[in-house]
């Protein structure tokens, strides 16, 4: 099962962050939001592409990424549950126990962890739905141009960058490509 190993390798959580931690665009700003909504988008996006890339060749790796999906969709659930319909910490660690997804010290950690951050499992989520929207948009534009490993390292030399910033970068990386011009890790936004 190897979808932890995936997530933190490019463009995951790990390399995203040492990436905004060496950038340039990090030492010169005086302040930096974590924004939740991008911040794990690539490491989504990563699982998704595992099997695509050859990570994913058995049943068992296989069952590792669907355990990882079915963790996420009730984490979304979760959420849900607590922030919009009020429920209880005994209900949600119930409803984490029925789903069978995860252990019982994990089952402790998440619960806590989404009573405290509301909206965490959404933002991640819509992050890893705009990630996605944005490499096919690129994709579909530039055809034979297009590189994914260039497409991650643009999306990623920018930091964590609000959904709507990280739009408009991604429309100045395929402009840019559509002129012929070498933009690769560029501070376009």
Sequence with gaps: MKPRPITKASPGTTCSYR??????????????????????????????????????????????????????????????????????????????RQSGAIDEPTIQAETDRYISWPAQALSYKLGQLKFRELRDRAQKELGPKFDIRDFHDEMLSGGVLPLDLLDSRTNSWIRGLKLGADIRGSQLT
């Design 19 to 96: 990436w905004l931690r060496n950038s340039s665009a990090y030492r010169n700003s005086a302040s930096i939001l974590r924004t939740p909504d991008t911040s794990r988008d690539g490491r989504f996006t990563q699982n998704s592409s595992a099997r695509k890339l050859g990570f994913i060749r058995d049943p068992v790796s296989d069952y590792g990424r669907l355990s990882s999906e079915l963790f996420r969709a009730v984490r979304l659930v979760v959420d849900t549950g607590i922030h919009s319909e009020g429920w209880s910490r005994d209900q949600v660690v119930a409803f984490f």
